[in-house]
T-cell receptor, first 111, second 108 residues
Framework: DADVTQTPRNRITKTGKRIMLECSQT?????MYWYRQDPGLGLRLIYY???????NKGEISDGYSVSRQAQAKFSLSLESAIPNQTALYFC??????????FGSGTRLTVV | KNEVEQSPQNLTAQEGEFITINCSYS?????LHWLQQHPGGGIVSLFM?????KKHGRLIATINIQEKHSSLHITASHPRDSAVYIC??????????WGAGTKLIIKP
């Protein structure tokens, strides 16, 4: 099993729908992140969490929310999806030494 | 101007060639990461370094803190090395600042 598992891998949804992307990890890392990637751009941080009771906005948090249900689970929600949220989404974890592990990504298309 | 600049943006080479990808940054950092993104989208961490040089197999990463510059080298390149290589730096707020990536294609 992958160390960081994202579900779903691909999703097509309609404008206005609520959608949740899930991430679970077996690394035992406290720190978890959600990024989005758009073509030609670097990854941009949406939200991050340094432990279960800690949630922080990243540079592009508008239109997104997160929930850290447990140390191993960090979910990202789009309350009302819009087409410019079409992107590749990555969940990642990091240890205190700074090493990162990424999930395989979720390709989201909003039509 | 982006805080992390990679060059070149695209690189096509023949199998066996020595490859160099460059990363320059303009902020103070605590560490620099090199990552590889496969055509299917998955991202793998290759190196994390804060000084000097690291080697893993055919991959070598160097960093010059004074010049704010890092290079990733691939020796004896192979078509399976074809991927996007991403440089990211960890700044003072402990968050990663990402370069846009270098798309590498190795032709047989």
């Amino acid at each position: 099993d992958a160390d960081v598992t994202q579900t779903p891998r691909n999703r097509i949804t309609k404008t206005g729908k609520r959608i949740m992307l899930e991430c679970s990890q077996t690394k035992g890392h406290d720190r978890m992140y959600w990024y989005r990637q758009d073509p030609g751009l670097g990854l941009r941080l949406i939200y991050y969490s340094f432990d279960v009771k800690d949630i922080n906005k990243g540079e592009i948090s508008d239109g997104y929310s997160v929930s850290r249900q447990a140390q191993a689970k960090f979910s990202l929600s789009l309350e009302s999806a819009i087409p410019n949220q079409t992107a590749l989404y990555f969940c990642a974890t990091s240890d205190l030494g700074g090493g990162y592990t990424f999930g395989s990504g979720t390709r989201l298309t909003v039509v | 101007k982006n805080e992390v600049e990679q060059s070149p943006q695209n690189l096509t080479a023949q199998e066996g060639e020595f490859i160099t990808i460059n990363c320059s940054y303009s902020v103070g950092i605590s560490a620099l990461h090199w990552l590889q993104q496969h055509p299917g989208g998955g991202i793998v961490s290759l190196f994390m370094l804060s000084s000097g040089k690291k080697k893993h197999g055919r991959l070598i990463a160097t960093i010059n803190i004074q010049e704010k510059h890092s290079s990733l080298h691939i020796t004896a390149s192979h078509p399976r090395d074809s991927a996007v290589y991403i440089c990211a730096v960890k700044g003072s707020n402990y968050q990663l600042i990402w370069g846009a990536g270098t798309k590498l294609i190795i032709k047989p």
